[in-house]
């Protein structure tokens, strides 16, 4: 949990700028998280609904789908479909917030066409091609990158927030407020069953987390 834990809090709460305690607030905003079903993203679903956020969150096979509805998505968009028809499909002509945890190259003229204006993008995947900026420039949207590790390599000023959030998610996680995305646990620790976690996770298809122990 810390890592995942980690990435979507800070994407959430401090690149996409959303206050968790102002719930009331949040009750009337949006939220689209490109890839629910993962490790980060099944995380970021809990921690939008417990901010009082309605998340839309995409998966595309039955069982992500009931994953992700189950830990905290409101509603659901196929990232194999046109997210742009897929979201407006369910009533919504743009979203106020973006998390994108896969394809940025992919989805990013989607995720440009449903931002609303002055809302705000965050991805965690690095582009492999130019992405074009410009497509936010009418909107005066802001996209921002979010890598859990910035704070610990350049050693910040405000590194001592990464210990006050792992507090914080360890007393959710004790509360039930949000739960563990463990999903499989292969043990014990030795050569075939770290090759199966490696496959299991390269698949692009892995639902929550895997974890090897003895």
């Known amino acids: 949990m810390p890592l995942t834990s980690l990435t979507a809090w800070e994407a959430l709460f401090e690149q996409l700028e959303i206050d968790p305690e102002d719930k009331i607030n949040n009750h009337g905003k949006n939220i689209l998280i490109i890839n629910g079903s ?21 998966a595309s096979r039955p069982e992500t789908i009931a994953w992700t509805i189950a830990h905290g998505a409101d509603k659901t968009v196929n990232h194999h479909k046109d997210l742009v028809t897929e979201v407006r499909r369910l009533g919504y002509k743009y ?11 992919g989805h990013w003229n989607e995720m440009a066409e449903l931002i609303k204006p002055s809302g705000h ?4 995947t690095e582009n492999r091609r130019p992405i074009n900026l ?14 859990m590790f910035s704070k610990s390599y350049y050693q910040t000023s405000d590194m001592i927030t990464q210990h006050q959030i792992l507090n914080q998610i360890s007393h959710l996680l004790d509360e039930g407020i949000i739960k563990s995305t463990l999903n499989k ?6 050569v075939d069953n770290l ?9 692009n298809h892995m639902i929550g987390k895997v974890v090897v122990s003895n």
């Not at 980060?40 to 609904?49: I, K, M, P, W």
């Not at 410009?134 to 890598?147: D, G, V």
């Not at 090759?195 to 698949?203: D, G, M, R």
Request: proline letters at 2%; a neutral charge; hydrophobic letters at 45%.
């Open 195 to 203: 090759k199966t976690a490696h496959q299991l996770v390269e698949t």
């Open 121 to 124: 993008i965050a991805s965690i």
């Open 185 to 190: 646990k292969l043990s014990p620790i030795n």
């Open 38 to 58: 993962g490790g980060v993203g099944s995380t970021a679903t809990q921690l939008a609904h417990w901010a009082g956020l309605n998340v839309i969150a995409s």
């Open 134 to 147: 410009r497509k936010l420039t009418t909107k005066r949207a802001t996209f921002a990158w979010e890598w």
């Open 95 to 105: 979203v106020d917030y973006v998390l994108e945890l896969n394809d940025l190259d």
